[in-house]
Each structure stands twice: as C-alpha cells, then as structure tokens.
C-alpha cells in the first residue's frame, strides 16, 4: 500500500511542476506573443480557470506527502519526503503571499479596465513564479529520489 501512495504521490506532483512549467516557459510566452490584447485576455482566462483548480492541486499534493511522510516514517527516504514538504508548504505560501494576488487581480482584467502598470504587475507574477517553479522541481525531484 505504501508502495502505491509513493508512486501515485509522485505521479500527481510530478504532473503539477509540468503544467506549471508548461505556464511559464511555453503558454506565457505564447500569450506574450499574440497580437494587441490577445494576450492580456488570455492570461486572464488562464487565471480565472487555473486559479480555480491549482488550490486543490497543490493542498492535495501536500496532504499526499504528509502521509506519504507519516506511513513511511521509518523506511528509507523518510527525509526526503519530508523535505520535498517543506518545500511545497515554502510553495503555498509563496503562491498566498505572492501570486494569488496578482492572479486576482489579473483574471478581472480587460482592455477596457486594466490598470495602466498591468504588464509590470504580470512580469512580477512572472517572476515569482519561475521561483515557485523552481521549489516545486526540487520538490518533485526529492520526491523521485525517495522512491528508490
């Protein structure tokens, strides 16, 4: 049973450091990309609709860990998973403080209602979120090496 908490734990991680990933290094530039206000709008909607499904993504995949953490306590690779924890607590909190702001204030954005610094605001967004990226790869990564 441990067995399949660890696999499946990983897998659900591993699938969320992808599409967050995916957000910042291919959909981003993407949306950059597009002509006039195209992309203003898309990364609205990008918001509206990750921002109501990434809470329960990442609150999921730490409440994973922790079991993952607290069933597998005295086998090997017990720290690891508890440091993969920490670092996606560090994670949600950052995504609290730092992003789910911005994200909130974003997803109600037009061409019409957008403050006049929006892009400076998205490019900070942008930012943290190449962090939370980055905390979430280790994450996964010590997740993966606690498997073997």
């Known amino acids: 049973m441990l067995n399949a908490l ?10 969320m450091v992808g599409v967050e990933f995916s957000v910042a290094f291919v959909m981003n530039p993407i949306l950059n990309a597009l002509p006039e206000d195209s992309g203003q709008l898309g990364h609205a909607h990008g918001g509206r609709m990750l921002g109501a499904v990434m809470p329960f993504w990442y609150i999921g995949s730490l409440a994973l860990v922790a079991v993952w953490a607290i069933a597998g306590w005295h086998h090997h690779g017990a720290g ?23 994200n ?7 061409p019409d209602n957008r403050p006049a610094d929006w892009k400076e605001q998205m490019h900070r967004w ?19 090496a606690a498997l073997t």
């Not at 998973?81 to 992003?99: D, E, H, K, N, R």
């Not at 909130?104 to 037009?110: A, L």
């Open 6 to 15: 660890e696999v499946v734990t990983t897998v659900i991680v591993g699938v």
């Open 80 to 102: 690891l998973v508890v440091t993969a924890g920490a670092l996606l607590i560090l994670s949600v909190i950052m995504s609290l403080l730092l992003l789910v702001p911005i």
């Open 126 to 144: 942008n930012r943290y979120h190449y962090v939370r990226v980055a905390v979430i790869i280790a994450a996964f990564a010590l997740l993966a």
């Open 104 to 110: 909130n204030r974003n997803k109600t954005w037009t």
